[in-house]
């Protein structure tokens, strides 16, 4: 069975079915291969701290627009 398959299947199944797939995913991709856990920010929390981010690196970032 391909991706596109399993991706179409799980497309299919009632949304709290669809929660309990993306749960599963996560936790196998929760490791980096080296084992570093891989950790992601919030909405709310990148919203909070953007504009300090933005601050502190506004050379970087405009050189990386380039």
Known sequence: M????????IEKL???????????L?????TAEGGREIRY???EKFGEIMPKIF???HDLLRRLAQ
């Open 55 to 57: 601050e502190q690196h």
């Open 2 to 9: 391909s991706a596109a398959e399993i991706i179409e299947l």
């Open 26 to 30: 996560e936790k196998k991709t929760a």
């Open 14 to 24: 009632p949304v709290a079915e669809q929660e309990q797939v993306r749960v599963y």
């Open 41 to 43: 920010v919030s909405d």
